[in-house]
């Protein structure tokens, strides 16, 4: 079983939230949909631009189609000033599901940290999103919410806890629930110790979810469904 088909990515736009991994997942998972089809990537809020992957600044929609003929995985979006970070490109989300075959958005920020609260404007899924991926970093799980969170107090009062208390596997469950039907990405599982922390967390999770080291040459270690193994 590929990644992609691991995580349910259908055709259209997918986009990636939660904790830190995310930039990791998207390309992981673009480079393995480029291999037969063609793949955009880009941000609805803010990212790094991806190395070794073509760029397409303020592209017009023909400039894209003219690129996908070139290239199966380019990158769109517009520069911000002051930090050279990408953000949201100017074309539409629908625009750029029509030319290519897979869209895969990251779309939020968590400044690295494993686990992440969402402040009222966060996450910005687009309308047309036809799946979401949670990402929780396994290595946040059992440190604090001050240490492992971003928006720390945030995450606090949403798994009814303080900022100096330890996240469980089942807070951080609890906490990926709040996007409703997303499959769960449990990343940089490389110990039993974060294994056992993962299978805790998807024994936790009302939906898929995925146990998985993204940076190894096969990232998918084991498939959850409502609290069941399948994989």
């Known amino acids: ?21 995310k930039t990791t997942l998207l ?7 480029s291999q037969t089809d063609r793949v955009i990537v880009c941000t609805t809020t803010h990212m790094r631009a991806p190395e070794g992957t ?27 000033e002051g930090t050279g970070k990408l953000v949201r490109p100017s074309l539409k989300m ?11 958005a990251e779309a939020d920020g968590s400044k690295g940290l494993p686990l ?18 949670y990402v929780v970093g396994v290595d946040g799980i059992g440190k604090t919410v001050a240490e492992a969170a971003h928006r720390p107090e945030l995450y606090a009062r949403l798994i009814g806890k303080t900022a100096g208390d330890a996240v469980t596997p089942q807070d951080a469950a609890r906490a ?9 990405v449990v990343n940089k599982v490389e110990s039993e110790e974060a294994l056992a922390y993962a299978r805790a967390f998807c024994k936790a999770y ?24 399948s994989l």
Not at 54 to 80: K, M, N, W, Y
Not at 207 to 229: F, H
């Open 1 to 21: 079983m590929t990644l992609s088909e691991a995580l349910l990515i259908e055709k259209g736009v997918t986009a990636i939230v939660g904790g830190g991994g």
């Open 27 to 33: 390309m992981r998972l673009a480079r393995e949909l």
């Open 54 to 80: 073509p760029l397409f600044l303020s592209a017009r929609e023909d400039t894209v189609r003219e690129a996908l003929q070139h290239h199966s995985l380019i990158c769109v979006g517009e520069r911000e």
């Open 94 to 104: 629908e625009t750029l599901a029509a030319l290519a075959n897979y869209v895969l």
């Open 116 to 133: 992440k609260a969402h402040a009222a404007h966060e996450p910005q899924i687009p309308q047309c999103a036809r799946r979401v991926l």
């Open 176 to 184: 990926a629930m709040l996007i409703k039907n997303a499959v769960a």
């Open 206 to 229: 009302e939906g898929r979810a995925a146990i998985c080291s993204l940076k190894s040459e096969r990232p998918l270690i084991e498939l959850w469904e409502n609290g069941i193994r």
